[in-house]
């Protein structure tokens, strides 16, 4: 319709309307991919395929995919890993969790702030835990409990007005349990939210 009708439109006016109608587009598949990654989340049935993996290349792998994005407002990866973390894992399905709390760190965070990112295992090396750390607004104390819920989100609003559609703390959820662990919310010491995923380092669970 814009371009069928450009003469009723200015170029910079014509230039915008097409941008919203990109952006509109993206947020559309952006959902109907999480909504597809949430049903096979649910679908898991706690008998994953775990193999052997390097956990932190797969980390470094989800931190250069949302590098651009962040990048756009000048927000740096402060990532704290050794080189080399073999695990025994659904690569997949860990990959998705790191993935989805880059991208909810990326949503709320300012403009030039830091996201850090920690991966270690435990003292007995039975446990791979991964810490994502942002500097945005943080959640609520009475909101806490219920935002890992399905399209659950919280009043804080990402400072840049972006969509958020309430499923990429819910497909952390899911899949952290899938893996036979767990993730835990906290307010950062100086501010902020901190996501802790804790999870078996081995085939073994528990």
Do not use: W
């Not at 991964?130 to 409990?145: F, K, M, R, S």
Request: charged share 25%.
């Amino acid at each position: 319709l814009v371009r069928s009708r450009p003469e009723t439109l200015s170029p910079d006016a014509t230039d915008r309307v097409l941008l919203e109608m990109e952006n509109t587009t993206d947020g559309m598949l952006d959902l109907v991919s999480s909504l597809l990654v949430a049903k096979r989340a649910e679908e898991l049935d706690m008998s994953l395929t775990l193999v052997p993996c390097d956990a932190v290349e797969l980390l470094a792998r989800m931190v250069e995919m949302h590098r651009h994005v962040a990048s756009k407002n000048r927000i740096n990866f402060k990532v704290d890993a050794p080189q080399r973390l073999p695990v025994s894992t659904h690569p997949e399905s860990f990959s998705q969790i790191v993935s989805n709390l880059l991208a909810n760190a990326v949503r709320f965070s300012p403009a030039e702030g830091n996201i850090h990112v920690g991966l270690r295992t435990d003292s007995d090396k039975r446990k791979l835990i991964l810490e994502v750390t942002d500097a945005g607004p943080g959640i609520a104390a009475d909101e806490i409990e219920t935002i890992f819920e399905k399209f659950r989100r919280a009043n804080n609003q990402p400072p840049g007005g972006e969509l958020s559609h309430g499923i990429g703390l819910y497909i952390v959820d899911k899949l952290s349990t899938a893996l036979g662990g767990e993730v835990h919310y906290a307010d950062a010491r100086r501010g902020g939210a901190r996501f802790t995923v804790t999870i078996p380092a081995s085939a073994g669970k528990g």
